[in-house]
T-cell receptor
Framework: AQSVAQPEDQVNVAEGNPLTVKCTYSVSGNPYLFWYVQYPNRGLQFLLKYITGDNLVKGSYGFEAEFNKSQTSFHLKKPSALVSDSALYFC?????????????FGTGTRLKVLA | GAGVSQSPSNKVTEKGKDVELRCDPISGHTALYWYRQSLGQGLEFLIYFQGNSAPDKSGLPSDRFSAERTGGSVSTLTIQRTQQEDSAVYLC?????????????FGPGTRLTVL
């Protein structure tokens, strides 16, 4: 069965420092991988996705993520954090070998960027 | 353009009552998803509609939960005989199609409180 793990409930980082939010997954086939962000009192917004091709994908607001097949990971990164990046981040996976179209979301990681 | 809308934004009900939650997807989107977001639990997949195909109901937690999608557009999630554990934010998302790697567009959610 497909699953997603976000091992950190919260990540704290100082403004201007690089940030990483971790995500690992388990699927039977090839994965489609996504990151979404939820700002306070706002709906979930798409950040970036990996479908195929280059392992490093770039998305909105300067975020990027690296698909690592051997480590089954898709960590979200940003070179220099902003206070405005503080939000709840969700990783999601769709298992292309599952025969279903549903997406499994992680439990979320709260990012806190300190001024 | 108009995004995904959901109504009501908040619903307070008494245990044992039935509730209906509505989702208006983005026009032209053939895929529609319902999720439940509980505190600290991430997003839990409930049901998926794709065009005129039979829905994927594998995430519905009990037979008290049902959903329909009329005319391939508006969807209603119905919870019968509500229980306190049903209290959560119910999110709807739509996508141009569910068969590819399209991202999902989320509505603002309906916060359900069962007293």
């Amino acid at each position: 069965a497909q699953s997603v793990a976000q091992p950190e409930d919260q990540v704290n980082v100082a403004e201007g420092n690089p940030l990483t939010v971790k995500c690992t997954y388990s699927v039977s086939g090839n994965p489609y991988l996504f990151w979404y962000v939820q700002y306070p009192n706002r709906g979930l917004q798409f950040l970036l996705k990996y479908i195929t091709g280059d392992n490093l994908v770039k998305g909105s607001y300067g975020f990027e993520a690296e698909f690592n097949k051997s480590q089954t990971s898709f960590h979200l990164k940003k070179p220099s954090a902003l206070v405005s990046d503080s939000a709840l981040y969700f990783c999601a996976v769709r298992d292309m070998g599952s025969g279903t179209y549903k997406y499994i979301f992680g439990t979320g990681t709260r990012l806190k960027v300190l001024a | 353009g108009a995004g995904v809308s959901q109504s009501p934004s908040n619903k307070v009900t008494e245990k044992g009552k039935d509730v209906e939650l509505r989702c208006d997807p983005i026009s032209g989107h053939t895929a529609l998803y319902w999720y439940r977001q509980s505190l600290g639990q991430g997003l839990e997949f409930l049901i998926y509609f794709q065009g005129n195909s039979a829905p994927d109901k594998s995430g519905l937690p009990s037979d008290r939960f049902s959903a329909e999608r009329t005319g391939g557009s508006v969807s209603t999630l119905t919870i019968q005989r509500t229980q306190q554990e049903d209290s959560a934010v119910y999110l709807c998302a739509s996508s141009p199609t569910g068969t590819g790697g399209n991202e999902q567009f989320f509505g603002p959610g309906t916060r359900l409180t069962v007293l």
